[in-house]
């Protein structure tokens, strides 16, 4: 089946100790989308990629990253984490085609900073 | 800014009964609107995804309204089951916003067996 995959599914960091977190899809989406959802709270979206054009939001802080080497993998890196950036992390993607936009979410990655 | 709402923030009804959660957004300049569901500690799961020409969409037990003028979307759940107990979220994609979405808080909806 199609889908969004997320690896790990629960990741365990200590402050200050670089991270990434992975997604993959095999949907053949053009725009991938990372979010970061703290707990009772709504996701809130901290870049996406369009095609290979990387679109940061503006309250994004710069201890957040991305990378996508290619259509199917898309990597969020986090370089200094917090004990604030403990949250859950989901990936998202959706195709361009008309005004659908339609996102398709991965199962996030459960992310403790101790 | 675009602010999404809903209420309630949390429902509890009993098995079997029809009920509505409902999305506000402020600017109704959207491209579409789409429903979320969410089981604790889960991804998302999509629901149902409504263009802004369109005034509803269906299916199975659900139903989604929208009202973009006045910036209402309902979310109809008929003949609840324990098994639609979950978190249901909103999210509006903004209209000249490029890919940006801002997403509701979510209603945490409890159906009793």
């Known amino acids: 089946d199609a889908m969004v995959i997320q690896n790990p599914r629960y990741q365990v960091t200590q402050f200050g100790k670089p991270v990434t977190l992975s997604c993959s899809q095999t949907?053949?989406?053009?725009?991938m989308y990372w979010y970061q959802q703290k707990s009772s709270q709504a996701p809130k979206l901290l870049f996406h990629?369009?095609?290979?054009?990387?679109?940061n939001e503006a309250d994004t802080p710069d201890n957040f990253q991305s990378r996508r080497p290619n259509t199917s993998f898309c990597f969020l890196d986090i370089r200094s984490p917090g004990l604030g950036d403990a949250a859950m992390y989901l990936c998202?993607?959706?195709?361009?085609?008309?005004?659908?936009?339609?996102?398709?979410f991965g199962p996030g990655t459960r992310l403790t900073v101790t | 800014k675009q602010e999404v709402t809903q209420i309630p923030a949390a429902l509890s009804v009993p098995e079997g009964e029809n009920l509505v959660l409902n999305c506000s957004f402020t600017?109704?300049?959207?491209?579409?609107l789409q429903w979320f569901r969410q089981d604790p500690g889960k991804g998302l799961t999509s629901l149902l995804l409504?263009?802004?020409?369109?005034r509803e969409q269906t299916s199975g037990r659900l139903n989604a309204s929208l009202d973009k003028s006045s910036g209402r979307s309902t979310l109809y759940i008929a003949a609840s089951q324990p098994g639609d107990s979950a978190t249901y979220l909103c999210?509006?994609?903004?209209?000249?916003?490029?890919?940006?979405?801002?997403f509701g808080p979510g209603t945490r909806l409890s159906v009793l067996p």
């Open positions: 998202a993607t959706s195709r361009h085609q008309g005004q659908s936009y339609e996102q398709y």
């Open positions: 949907l053949n989406h053009n725009v």
């Open positions: 990629y369009y095609d290979k054009d990387f679109n």
């Open positions: 600017d109704s300049a959207i491209y579409n």
């Open positions: 409504i263009q802004s020409s369109q």
């Open positions: 999210a509006v994609r903004r209209r000249n916003y490029g890919q940006n979405f801002v």
